[in-house]
């Protein structure tokens, strides 16, 4: 049994904590959000994830999980889950990261390990972590052991997939690594790979600019698709029938707190990130694209009412971090769009929550921002009864486009030209 903080009970943090605490060890979440350690301690939680609400029930009866909001002293590990934004310039916004290391200075003791799951950027540990560990007095890698271990974790699937993925440790030194690994060990059943912390915070980086970078080539076809006239989603299925081929889905955007984020992080870091950089513009001008789709469609944007269905930045979970359909609704409204928005999972984040009828009426084009389980069957004949217009946009080639004729509609599909 160990003792371990976790410092930052959100999205990856809280799995993590109630993970270890299932395990039997003693874990703390330390947040500096009061809404969070008090719901912990209440044995709820404050995000949606399959699961971690039964978890955290168990693991807090069992007095096993408790948070507060001061770091605690002399634990055997200290886990650092905090966010890694970026700012207006996407440079990133380490100031959480420095501000959790910096708490946890007086509390460490000799032989505790310090653990950065935050995503960063290529050297943080070695340039950010070191140099304030250094004021706790200990030996850093003898008797403070330090690394970084990315997390991989899928929202939707955290609890299985941080128990069965794979995992990196990147330690300071040898000793480091060996005594982050055997921490894991004990949640972990996928293999535990050791390395140094750069090349580790270089993996994770790449993981998620791997899938950028895919995601703006998809989204520039469906672009070259709409100006040549053709279906881009007839393509793709056709291209990856090649045995080395294949191409990711195209779609409004790329958002969350990972992949529209960390890529930046290499770009800030090297000259040479052309490719990611360029991905990252193309990613990020998809709103925009979607945006002058509806306003062609409508013949103008001004006065016109357009139901959104769907604004988290992927199907079937709650959060609306970097969510390229809410910067897409914030950019109809600026022209003078009347915007109605339908999210069975984001309901309570927005001020803007209908049913989906509701969302219809008075509608003069519906939009499928997100894919969610709930938009699979919708009656668009009840639909139509409703709207003004008679448009519906499908961003992710997901509904049904006879049904929709079917109710008098017309159906229009990002990445298909005419
Ligand atoms: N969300 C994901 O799916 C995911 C997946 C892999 C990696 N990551 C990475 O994990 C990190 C955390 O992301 P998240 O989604 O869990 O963030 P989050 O916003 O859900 O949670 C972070 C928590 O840290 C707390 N916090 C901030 N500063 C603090 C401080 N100085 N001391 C104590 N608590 C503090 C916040 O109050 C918040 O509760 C990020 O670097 C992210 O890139 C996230």
Not at 363 to 384: K, P, T, Y
């Amino acid at each position: 049994m160990k003792t371990i903080c976790v410092i930052g009970i959100g999205y990856v943090g809280l799995p993590t904590a109630a993970m270890f605490a299932s395990k039997g060890h003693k874990v703390i979440g330390y947040d500096l959000n009061e809404k969070a350690v008090n719901a912990l301690n209440r044995g709820e939680i404050i995000i949606e994830e399959p699961g971690l609400g039964d978890l955290v029930k168990k693991v807090v009866s069992q007095g096993n999980l408790s948070a507060q909001t001061s770091c605690p002293k002399g634990l055997d590990a200290y886990i650092i889950a905090v966010p890694t934004p970026i700012n207006e310039d996407k440079t990133a916004d380490m100031r959480f990261v420095e501000s959790a290391v910096n708490a946890i200075v007086p509390c460490v003791r000799k032989g505790s390990a310090v653990i950065l799951e935050s995503t960063s950027p290529p050297r943080t540990v070695e340039d950010l972590m070191l140099p304030i560990l250094a004021k706790t007095g200990l030996k850093i890698g003898e008797e403070l052991y330090v690394a970084h271990s990315p997390e991989r974790i899928l929202p939707g699937k955290v609890l299985e997939e941080l128990r069965t993925n794979s995992r990196i440790v990147g330690g300071i030194n040898q000793k480091s690594s060996e005594v982050v690994k055997s921490l894991y060990e004990s949640i972990v059943e996928g293999e535990i790979f050791i390395t140094t912390s750069t090349t580790a915070e270089m993996c994770k980086l790449m993981e998620n600019t791997f899938r950028d970078v895919n995601i703006a080539l998809a989204n520039e076809l469906a672009k070259m698709s709409e100006e040549l006239g053709v279906n881009c989603w007839e393509v793709i299925k056709l291209a990856n029938q090649h045995p080395r081929v294949n191409i990711l889905s195209p779609g409004p955007g790329v958002g969350g707190h990972c992949i529209a984020l960390d890529p930046w992080f290499l770009v800030e870091k090297s000259a040479n990130a052309k490719l990611i950089k360029q991905s990252r513009i193309n990613n990020d001008s998809m709103p925009m694209f979607v945006l002058n789709k509806i306003e062609s469609i409508l013949n103008g944007l001004e006065g016109k009412t357009v139901t959104l269905l769907g604004v988290t930045y992927k199907p079937n979970i709650d959060d609306i971090r970097e969510s390229p359909v809410m910067h897409l609704w914030k950019m109809l409204e600026k022209e003078g769009a009347n915007v109605k928005v339908c999210d069975p999972h984001a309901g309570e984040k927005i001020n803007n929550n209908f049913d989906i009828y509701s969302a219809c009426e008075n509608s003069d084009i519906i939009v499928l921002g997100v894919n969610h389980d709930q938009f699979a069957d919708i009656d668009f004949s009840l639909a139509a009864e409703k709207m003004n217009g008679c448009s519906v946009l499908d961003t992710r080639n997901f509904l049904n486009e006879q049904e929709i004729e079917k109710a008098g509609l017309k159906y229009y599909l990002l990445g298909k030209g005419n």
